[in-house]
């Protein structure tokens, strides 16, 4: 089955930038999201790029697409405490794993 | 009405009770979906409605039996669950099955614990 792998913990200090990678084996999907879960809620949709984009850019939120390589990132500019969740990118029916993002202030 | 509703929020139920989830949305989206997520793991898919009809059944077992009675509605039905069903089931849509700019809607979910 197609495997999505994510780092599980990131720890940045507020108003720094956070850097979420995501690495995947099944490149059929035509977008590619990135999720936002706070605690005790269901998934937030973040921002998507299409699947022939490299970049994409969307206020404070940065999203890289390496084809080659499989690799999608998220970056996310002046990173606040709110900015505190699990972040998940996501194709066609499939989640990553998972990057628990804690902001210190 | 940009939301998908789910109820109960939280649902306690020992392991011969009968009991359904519910998912409602009211964005005209064709296509509805039924994740289950455990603590610190990503939602697993386990069904996906393409205009009312079941398309997907990730090999669920058959003590969870999907209904879509309308474009509008989802419900779940449980029975005789064991314990490590015991997680949170999040109810998605979206405007057409598969994969678009608007990504799913998600409910908050129905926190289901079995005792």
């Known amino acids: 089955g197609e495997d999505v792998e994510q780092s599980l913990f990131l720890s940045v200090r507020e108003g720094d930038s956070s850097v979420i990678n995501c690495t995947y084996t099944?490149?059929?999907?035509?977008?590619l999201y990135w999720y936002k879960q706070e605690p005790g809620a269901g998934l937030q949709l973040l921002t998507y790029i299409f699947s022939n984009m490299d970049m994409k850019q969307d206020q404070r939120l940065t999203v890289l697409l390496n084809k080659k390589d499989k690799h999608l990132s998220l970056r996310i500019a002046d990173t606040q405490t709110g900015d505190s969740a699990i972040y998940f990118c996501?194709?066609?029916?499939?989640f990553g794993t998972g990057t628990r993002l804690k902001v210190l202030a | 009405d940009t939301e998908v509703t789910q109820t109960p929020k939280h649902l306690v139920m020992g392991m011969t009770n009968k009991k359904s989830l519910k998912c409602e949305q009211h964005?005209?989206?064709?296509?509805m979906y039924w994740y289950k997520q455990k603590a610190k793991k990503p939602p697993e898919l386990m069904f996906v409605?393409?205009?009312?009809?079941?398309?997907i059944n990730e090999s669920v077992p058959s003590r969870f039996s999907p209904e879509c009675p309308n474009s509008s509605l989802l419900n779940l039905h449980l029975h005789a669950l064991q314990p490590e069903d015991s997680a949170l089931y999040l109810c998605?849509?979206?405007?057409?099955?598969?994969?678009?700019?608007?990504?799913?809607?998600f409910g908050s979910g129905t926190r289901l614990t079995i005792v």
């Open positions: 409605y393409s205009y009312e009809k079941l398309s």
């Open positions: 099944d490149s059929s999907s035509t977008y």
């Open positions: 996501a194709g066609e029916y499939i």
């Open positions: 964005m005209g989206h064709r296509a």
């Open positions: 998605a849509s979206s405007p057409t099955p598969g994969t678009a700019p608007t990504g799913y809607t």
